[in-house]
T-cell receptor, first 112, second 115 residues
């Protein structure tokens, strides 16, 4: 069965630096890979989607890369702010969006 | 667009009781998903509806779980004979198959505690 790995250890960085989060997967070939933000006690919030034929996607301070050969996605937040502190989840989906597989998330702490 | 709503927000029940949760998706969304999330884990897929049809159901879902979306609008998730292991946050999400259909909008969740 598919396996999605995100760094379970929290990532602590200083305000203004770039945060880089990793999502690795096995036993699956997703058509789409998404990144979500989740704050404590709340539902996830969609951030970005990247397709299997795309290498990179950007949105404001966010950048996602997708390497289907390595089976890995990297999620970057540039010029990080304390308000970016949250848990970030990656999710994989097939062409029909009938099912999403989520990683366990990485907690990001941005210190002022 | 009032977002996805879920009720109740919290539920405490005794082992063996039945519980039912409701999800109201964004009105024009035809896709609806249910997930379960435990502490420190990501959402675990339970089931998927397109309109009123249940098109996907997790093999991990026991027969005690059932979901409906009778008119393609709101959905209910019922857990029969609850067990302590059912304690979790139950999340509902909706999306549209047209336009930016790949964006899932999540509700605030229903937190279930089984004593």
């Amino acid at each position: 069965s598919q396996k999605i790995e995100q760094n379970s250890e929290a990532l602590n960085i200083q305000e203004g630096k770039t945060a880089t989060l990793t999502c690795n997967y096995t036993n699956y070939s997703p058509a789409y890979l998404q990144w979500y933000r989740q704050d404590p006690g709340r539902g996830p919030v969609f951030l970005l989607l990247i397709r299997e034929n795309e290498k990179e996607k950007r949105k404001e301070r966010l950048k996602v890369t997708f390497d289907t050969t390595l089976k890995q996605s990297l999620f970057h937040i540039t010029a990080s702010q304390p308000a970016d502190s949250a848990t970030y989840l990656c999710a994989l989906a097939g062409y029909n969006f009938n099912k999403f597989y989520f990683g366990s998330g990485t907690k990001l702490n941005v210190k002022p | 667009d009032t977002g996805v709503s879920q009720n109740p927000r919290h539920k405490i029940t005794k082992r063996g009781q039945n519980v039912t949760f409701r999800c109201d998706p964004i009105s024009e969304h035809n896709r609806l998903y249910w997930y379960r999330q435990t502490l420190g884990q990501g959402p675990e897929f339970l089931t998927y509806f397109q309109n009123e049809a249940q098109l996907e159901k997790s093999r991990l879902l026991s027969d005690r779980f059932s979901a409906e979306r009778p008119k393609g609008s709101f959905s209910t998730l019922e857990i029969q004979r609850t067990e302590q292991g059912d304690s979790a946050m139950y999340l509902c999400a909706s999306s549209s198959s047209s336009g930016t259909g790949e964006t899932q909008y999540f509700g605030p969740g229903t937190r279930l505690l089984v004593l």
